[in-house]
């Protein structure tokens, strides 16, 4: 056993409620910049949509994640090392920026330097590419809200399947959900082992993946390889970036930039331990609807004795060993067993796990008549209204349909009984046990997942005093970073004195 | 053999001295002073700088026209010049046989490098995304590498392929050669054609250049990949040892080496 420590997030989806500050915020702090205006380390979709960048989650043509070969060993989709290298002149899979969409700004001069007329002055688009005036035809959330899903949506790559055709059709009484992403900070990183420099890297402490961007040397296949399309191609800089999970946040015990404006408060983040040695084996499980046990089964139990000698002995410090065993992600995820993991089957083992939403259910058994707070209802709402069933789990657990369900239920269940409990009824105990739960942990859980303040939702234990020095040393530079001028569209990559001059400052 | 006299042969002028002697001597000392400053002193700036993102249609076919062209187009370069035609000939190749197979693979490679290169400036001259992106290293670069392409590959057709043929073997490599072992003979190239003598001209130039430019990822070409592990884990105290970092070493103890 070689017990490493992660810092991991859940999502609770029936709280996202879309308005994006998670994103924003995100951007503010990270791809504010020359080079990355496209890129969105954090982003929200509508589902059902297509996704950025377009139809990312569609492995047949971009070859991201991993694949059992014929005899059943791990490969990168997108090809093995050879494949790779052949690859570097120019890469088959990767988006271009199309795919993502044309970034622009405003002429927002205009607005005041407009000579007085008849007419109110415009601030017209104009792409960031090429500073030419431009129609917008894209972004990253193009169908936000649904917006424009009839001509749309039907490309989701979710939408396969003979169910799926109900959904085209009954969009009348249709249904969506927000869904944030980032950087999934996966145990088994498809980015990482494509990096043919080896720029790419998962901390030991934390499990962070984050790209060296001194020794990237722009080769590009990490974003082929990352199946949830997280890593970019800063087109100024010729490097790659992405989500660094803000760890010099992280490293002083503060919860991410996309959490702590979280609207919805609907992140956790917390520790996980698991077994480094049982990764690979975990992510060749050979049934894809196996791959959400295996992943569990990788995790350890941080109040088992054993657990503990072991993390000991690999030199995670006390303190973590108590985050550890107080992580409302490990609650979620091995205690409660209700947040999933997004896309187990592209076997990259991620690190970010969703709440699925009951909304889109409960939407349901309105529209036919049912009572939402009538735990039958829903029960058999969840079983029999196939239509985001078969959709969450195409999205959360490879298609498999009873998990989905099961997690449903026990939300259901769980609503159901606090309901009667807040309005002073004893509350149906049966419901409770019927999804597996004692009325301890229904309040627990409950408690968790309704009402959790800040530090119960982010249990992010700082790092060690040891380590400081080397921490503060890390400081001098940004994970990612301009090319060092202030004008737009001028980057002076020859010429290399003009960004040391940005870290002479800093030099002790 | 006069050619393995004194260097400073009194048939050598001043100016060919001055070109054949200490401009190549010049760039090949900026070459290498330049690549220990470039490595040391910008880690960051060091990548192939891909443009791929922004345009691909041509880059799908002049990227890997190019680059392996240009594969090739050195090998048949170190051959002709590292390799003393009597060296071949010990070997039994004939220098009829030996011109031959030149002249013809280093005609396929050379339309390929040059049909690669032409796609690459002309998505670089024709896409403004990446004109506007083009910094001032690659307007420099651009045209020198297209113009030491262009002479070589005129040389060849207009010698070799279509004239009566230039045995630049016992003249140019010489020289090359020379300047290697620390005995030059500027005065091999000196009667030299002007094509060869300006490719020659423009390729060291292109040396001197190669360290401030984006050539310098020919050097990060990563065939380590093929052997190391899929997954990496790094310590965070250990990205103070960080083992390549050179400029940018991240001791807490103060020493930056490259300082």
């Known amino acids: 056993m070689r017990v490493m420590a992660q810092i991991a997030m859940v999502m609770n989806l029936d709280k996202c409620i879309g308005c994006h500050t998670c994103s924003v915020t995100c951007k503010q702090t990270w791809t504010n910049r020359t080079g990355v205006e496209y890129a969105w380390f954090n982003n929200v979709e509508t589902k059902p949509g297509v996704g950025y960048p377009r139809r990312y989650e569609d492995q047949e043509q971009w070859k991201g994640g991993w694949m059992l070969d014929k005899r059943g060993r791990l490969v990168l989709r997108s090809g093995g090392r050879i494949k790779r290298l052949l690859s570097l002149f120019s890469n088959p899979d990767l988006p271009s920026i199309e795919d993502y969409y044309e970034p622009v700004t405003y002429d927002y001069d205009n607005l005041v330097s407009a000579p007085a007329q008849k007419d109110i002055p415009v601030a017209r688009p104009r792409s960031v590419l090429t500073g030419k005036p431009t129609a917008i035809t894209w972004g990253a959330n193009w169908e936000d809200g649904l917006g424009g899903a009839p001509e749309h949506a039907g490309g989701d790559p979710n939408l396969s399947g003979e169910w799926a055709e109900k959904v085209k059709f009954e969009f009348e009484q249709t249904f969506l959900f927000h869904l944030p992403r980032l950087c999934e900070h996966c145990l088994n990183p498809a980015c990482v082992s494509a990096c043919p420099s080896g720029a790419m890297y998962k901390r030991v402490e934390d499990g962070i993946v984050l790209v060296d961007q001194d020794r990237c040397r722009g080769w590009r296949m990490c974003v082929t390889a990352c199946p949830y399309k997280k890593v970019y191609v800063n087109h100024a800089t010729g490097k790659a970036e992405k989500c660094t999970f803000c760890f010099p946040r992280i490293e002083a015990g503060q919860p991410t930039v996309c959490s702590e404006t979280c609207v919805g408060r609907l992140r956790y983040l917390g520790l996980l331990l698991y077994d480094a040695d049982r990764v690979g084996e975990a992510a060749a499980t050979p049934d894809e609807h196996d791959l959400l046990d295996a992943q569990r089964g990788v995790f350890l139990d941080p109040h088992d004795p054993e657990v503990r000698a072991a993390a000991r002995e690999s030199g995670i410090p006390e303190d973590w060993l108590d985050a550890a065993r107080r992580s409302p992600v490990y609650d979620l995820v091995m205690r409660y067993r209700v947040a999933l993991p997004l896309h187990p089957e592209y076997r990259t083992m991620p690190m970010v796990w969703y709440v699925p939403p009951l909304s889109p259910v409960l939407d349901a058994v309105d529209a036919a008549g049912g009572n939402q707070d009538d735990p039958d209802h829903v029960f058999a709402a969840v079983t029999r209204l196939r239509i985001p069933l078969e959709y969450l789990a195409e999205l959360f657990t490879a298609g498999d349909t009873d998990v989905v369900a099961g997690v449903l239920m026990k939300l259901t269940a769980l609503r159901s009984y606090m309901r009667e409990r807040t309005l002073g009824e004893d509350g149906d105990e049966a419901v409770l046990k019927a999804v597996g739960l004692t009325t301890r942990e229904a309040e627990d859980l409950h408690r968790l997942l309704a009402v959790a303040k800040y530090q119960d939702r982010y249990v992010v234990p700082a790092a060690h005093k040891e380590d400081a020095a080397a921490l503060t040393a890390m400081e001098n530079r940004c994970p990612v970073e301009t090319s060092g001028d202030t004008e737009p569209r001028k980057i002076m990559l020859g010429i290399p004195t003009l960004r040391r001059n940005t870290n002479a400052g800093g030099r002790p | ?259």
Request: proline share 5%.
């Open chain 2, 1 to 259: 053999m006069n050619t393995a006299r004194s260097p400073l042969a009194a048939s050598a002028s001043g100016a060919d001295l001055l070109l054949w002697v200490a401009v190549p001597y010049i760039c090949l000392a900026v070459f290498a002073v330049g690549h220990v400053w470039r490595y040391r002193q910008d880690q960051f700036g060091w990548t192939s700088r891909t443009t791929q993102l922004l345009e691909h249609r041509w880059l799908r076919w002049g990227s890997p026209l190019f680059h392996l062209g240009a594969f090739m187009v050195i090998a048949g370069h170190v051959v002709g010049l590292a390799i003393p035609d009597s060296w071949t000939e010990a070997v039994g190749i004939t220098e009829h046989a030996y011109h031959t197979t030149a002249v013809w693979a280093g005609s396929v490679a050379g339309v390929a490098m040059v049909a690669g290169l032409g796609m690459l400036c002309a998505r670089r001259l024709l896409t403004r995304r990446i004109r506007l992106g083009t910094d001032r290293s690659d307007k420099f670069l651009f045209p020198l590498l297209s113009a030491t392409v262009l002479l070589g590959i005129t040389a060849t057709a207009a010698h070799n392929v279509f004239g009566a043929g230039y045995d630049y073997r016992s003249t140019v490599s010489v020289w090359f050669r020379g300047l290697f072992v620390l005995q030059p003979h500027p005065e091999a190239i000196a009667g030299a054609p002007l094509l060869f003598q300006l490719h020659a001209l423009t390729a060291f130039l292109l040396f001197a250049a190669w360290p401030f430019t984006r050539l310098v990822h020919v050097w990060s070409a990563p065939i380590g990949y093929l052997a190391r592990p899929y997954l990496v884990y790094r310590r965070r105290t250990a990205a103070v040892a960080a083992p390549t970092a050179g400029g940018r070493t991240r001791s807490a103890s103060g020493s930056r080496r490259a300082a």
